[in-house]
């Protein structure tokens, strides 16, 4: 809302600019011609004040062109012999300045050296002119004051220009990396959420299926069955390559507070539960304690652990497995226990996953730990999160 009123006034501004400068030149022009200098003379100086406005205004989509009219047209002014003559009694000359600011703000600061080093070039070619010109009576050291104010004067325009260039460069390289950081969130957040949900209910899918697949009495059901597991399976793995383009599930550490892709409670461990059973998959759900209120992001800790430990469990071992999912309740803590029994035997499920550290990564960002045991007869995913009373 702000930046339309700006754009509106600046052309207006810099039109006022140039009108009042090039009055005040056209007055100092006079004045100078009053003096005695010849008409040519005043001409040629005129010339080269519409240049300098020129440059001034070419200057902004077109750096170098722009300040290259404008040095030329300063070299015009040191060159021209005039009564009294000095290029910096002129209020357009304003306008060298003014396109070595634009220049410095827009080109690299190699570039801009250069223009710093033309315009000092131009100061001391203008001083040593003058010099020449100087009538006997007049003290040498007037022209070293000029030259030393010009020197700063052009000095401070570019150094200031450059300051301003290199935080507009700062703001934008901060820009860029908030922007990508957002995008590695967003990504982070889809991924863990499609890993989540997606993934855990295929798993259980082709668990089923397996399952059904051996208890059918019916060998071409039974190949049949088999076949869709093993179409599944494929499924599976071809979600966990897509899930792999979006980036490593803990590519950003804040997209574990993501807030969740479905509803999901503590109420609804149960039915998660229930939905992995199957002839060939005892999975069975307990809670040990009373239940204690729980932080938003500890509560999606607790259930996508459980998710993934029966997933974890269903996808790495050979049918019939026993998986028993467990919550102990104290007043500051629950502790979460996913532990099976090691199945028929492991199963080769292809690459390894990034569940486990997505987990671990909800898990820490809710003020928890998370440990895997390799026991004697079986795997054991334990995490340890805080109440709200021993937060």
Known sequence: ???????????ATTVAAHAVLALLTVLVL??????????????????????LHAGAAVVRRRP?????????????????????WSPSLLPSAVCFPFALWRLTGLVPVRSSVVALAVAVLGIVLTEVVAWARLPPDTPVWTRLVEGGLLMLVVGGVWLAALLVHRRHEADRRAEGERLAAAVATERAGIR???????????????????????TTADPATRRELG????????????????LATLGPATAAP????????????????????????????????AEVGERRPLSLSAEVAVVRTVQEGITNALRHLEPPVEVAARLCWSPSEVVVEVRDDGGKAPRDAGSTGTGLMGIEERVR????????DDGDDGWVLRARLPTKEGA
């Open 30 to 51: 006079a004045a100078v011609r009053h003096l005695g200098a010849d008409l040519w003379q005043v001409a040629a100086a005129a010339g080269a004040v519409v240049l």
């Open 64 to 84: 170098w062109p722009g300040y290259t009219i404008g040095a030329l047209a300063m070299l015009v002014l040191v060159l021209t012999p005039a009564l009294s």
């Open 192 to 214: 863990r959420d499609l890993h989540d949900v997606i993934a855990h209910t295929v798993t259980v899918m082709v668990a089923r299926i397996e399952a059904a697949a051996v």
């Open 227 to 242: 076949d869709i597991a093993e179409a599944g399976r494929d499924a599976h793995q071809g979600l966990r390559a897509m």
């Open 254 to 285: 804040r997209a574990a507070s993501r807030p969740a892709a479905v509803p999901i409670s503590l109420d609804a461990l149960p039915g998660l539960v229930a939905s992995a059973a199957s002839p060939l998959h005892a999975v069975t759900y």
């Open 1 to 11: 809302m702000t930046a339309s009123p700006r754009r509106s006034t600046w052309p």
């Open 365 to 372: 960002t809710a003020g928890g730990t998370l440990s895997i």
